[in-house]
C-alpha cells in the first residue's frame, strides 16, 4: 500500500527550482552552438572534424573534470563551487563570442565545460541532502526537465539569434543568462549533506 508522500517545504521547493534553473541555463549554454555550427564553418574557416571537436573536447573536459569536482563538492561549500562553475562557462561563452580563430574557439568551448563539470556533482549533492529518499526520484525528474528543456532552448535560441544577429550574439546572450541563476543562487541555504548510513560500499555497486 503506497503512502502519501511528505508535502516540500517552501525551502525545499525553492532550491529545487533554482537548481532546475541553473540547468536549464548550463545545457542551454552547451547546445547553442549547433545551430551555429554553419555560420562558423564560414567565420572560422574550420573543417567538419574541427568542428565536431567542438564539442567533443567540451564533452572530454567536462567528463574528466566532473571526478574532481566531485571530490572538492563532498568537502567544501557547494554554492561557492556551482558559483564558480556559473561563472566559468558565462565567462568561456561570452568570451567565445570575441574570438576569431578556431583554436582559442575550441579553448573557450572547453572551458565551458570545464564550468558545467563543477555543476552537476554539487547540485546532486544538494538533493541529496535536501530531500527525503521518497521525494529524491521527483527532485532528480525536476533538475532533469531543466537539463532537457534548456538543451531545448539553446538550440532554439542559436538558430533564431544566429542568422539574424550573428552567431557571436547567440554567445553573448547565453553568457548574459547565467547571471540570473547566479543571483537566484546567493539567497539559498546549503543543505545539510546525505547521512553516512544511506552511503553504499562501492562492491556493492558492481
Not at 567533443?56 to 558559483?83: E, H, Q, Y
Not at 532537457?148 to 547565453?174: E, N
Amino acid at each position: 500500500m503506497s503512502t502519501k508522500p511528505i508535502p516540500l517545504s517552501a525551502q525545499q521547493i525553492r532550491l529545487l527550482a533554482v537548481l532546475a534553473l541553473i540547468n536549464f541555463v548550463n545545457f542551454a549554454a552547451r547546445q547553442a552552438v549547433v545551430p551555429l555550427i554553419p555560420l562558423l564553418r564560414d567565420h572560422l574557416h574550420a573543417s567538419d572534424a574541427q568542428l565536431g571537436d567542438l564539442q567533443t573536447w567540451l564533452l572530454v573536459v567536462l567528463a574528466i573534470a566532473s571526478i574532481p569536482f566531485g571530490f572538492l563538492a563532498d568537502r567544501f561549500s557547494r554554492k561557492a563551487i556551482i558559483a564558480t562553475g556559473i561563472a566559468c562557462w558565462s565567462v568561456a561563452s561570452f568570451a567565445g563570442g570575441l574570438f576569431s580563430t578556431f583554436l582559442f574557439f575550441l579553448i573557450a568551448r572547453a572551458m565551458v565545460g570545464l564550468g558545467e563539470a563543477a555543476y552537476a556533482p554539487a547540485a546532486q549533492s544538494m538533493i541529496s541532502g535536501a530531500f527525503p529518499q521518497e521525494r529524491r526520484a521527483f527532485a532528480q525528474a525536476v533538475f532533469a526537465a531543466g537539463m532537457l528543456l534548456g538543451g531545448a532552448s539553446g538550440l532554439a535560441l542559436g538558430g533564431i539569434i544566429g542568422p539574424r544577429y550573428g552567431w557571436q550574439a547567440a554567445l553573448f546572450v547565453v553568457a548574459v543568462l547565467g547571471i540570473f541563476p547566479g543571483l537566484a543562487l546567493v539567497g539559498l541555504e546549503d543543505p545539510p549533506r546525505g547521512s553516512r548510513s544511506e552511503v553504499v560500499p562501492i562492491p556493492r555497486l558492481l
